[in-house]
């Protein structure tokens, strides 16, 4: 089992940089690949970044070049750091775990394991 708790959210302008933060507890080898989402209301989940257990990831073109993700296994947390963010960059952000699924999808139906979701919203 895996739980997830995301952090670091915020409201920042135009430009401006975040990072989230994704605490994961349950056993490491639960946590084939995880990866970070986004959902603006009443539109699907939209996945921006994966990572795998050998640090290997991957990016949804919207966010390549902006965003990177990261992980620190010593510490169980997984990171997405923000830059030159975008007035559609706001939306709640998600992470995701999953057990069995080593190539990094970008796929939400692909994570078995999620967190509760923390928002960002940038303003122009």
């Known amino acids: 089992q895996v739980q997830l708790v995301e952090s670091g959210g915020g409201s920042v302008q135009s430009g401006g940089s975040l990072r989230l933060s994704c605490a994961a507890s349950g056993r490491r080898v639960s946590r084939a690949s995880m990866g970070w989402f986004r959902q603006v209301a009443g539109l699907e989940r939209e996945g921006i970044a994966a990572?795998?257990?050998?640090?290997?990831?991957t990016y949804a073109d919207p966010v390549k070049g902006r965003f990177t993700i990261s992980q620190d296994n010593a510490k169980n947390t997984l990171y997405l750091q923000m830059n030159s963010l975008k007035p559609e960059d706001t939306a709640m952000y998600y992470c995701a775990a999953t057990a069995f699924i080593r190539s990094r999808p970008l796929h939400p139906v692909e994570y078995g394991y999620w967190g509760q979701g923390t928002q960002v919203t940038v303003s122009s």
């Open positions: 990572i795998d257990s050998d640090s290997k990831t």
